[in-house]
């Protein structure tokens, strides 16, 4: 595809039902794939943000994020490039707690991936990383051989660097006792 990158959309919004499927049938007809997505209160009450992250040119990604922002529920929609945000992911790795006490260089590899043991069972033992996408598949390729019984990752989440000014929308909605039809 032409001059395709990764953007991180994020769209505040009330959280009502339905949205999350009208938001991924706009992702469908244009046929991109969301490669990742969360979402969670923001710093508003009672307004929540999603995340989501796709591989797609700028054309796509203002048509795509203009068709968000027209949603009833949608207060604002965003788009940026990697270097405009600060992200990470986060990844639980359940692994065989014999690993732990009979092959003691996982404690090394544990260490050199800055991950931390969040529980440790008879059975069991579970590792958190926090950090970007290849830092947790490296850890997750080096943990294989020690027996991973579980793996999940999170989707990304992401500040922008500059102000994004989502505040100040909403002020402006507050002001002019405007509600979005």
């Known amino acids: 595809m032409k001059d395709e990158i990764v953007y991180t959309i994020s769209i505040y919004s009330e959280n009502n039902v339905g949205l999350l499927n009208r938001i991924s049938t706009i ?8 490669e990742s997505f969360s979402t969670s209160l923001s710093e508003i009450k009672n307004v929540f943000r999603f995340i989501i992250v796709v591989n797609a040119n700028e054309e796509k990604v203002k048509k795509i994020v ?3 922002d027209k949603q ?5 929609a965003f788009y940026h490039t990697d270097k405009e945000t600060i992200f990470q992911e986060s990844a639980l ?3 065989k707690s014999s690993s732990l006490f009979k092959q003691r260089h996982i404690q090394n590899v544990i260490k050199k991936s800055n991950a931390n043991i969040v529980t440790v069972s008879p059975k069991f033992f579970v590792i958190e990383k926090t950090g970007f996408r290849h830092e947790t598949e490296q850890l997750y390729k080096d ?3 020690y027996g991973l019984l579980q793996f999940v990752r999170s ?3 992401s500040v922008t660097k500059s102000k994004m000014g989502i505040s100040d929308i909403l002020n402006t909605f ?3 006792n405007y509600k979005k039809k």
């Open 72 to 76: 009833v529920d949608v207060i604002k």
């Open 66 to 68: 203009s068709q968000i």
């Open 155 to 157: 989707g990304r989440i």
């Open 27 to 34: 992702f469908l007809k244009r046929h991109i794939n969301i």
């Open 93 to 95: 790795y359940k692994v």
């Open 174 to 176: 507050k002001g002019s």
């Open 143 to 145: 943990l294989e051989p």
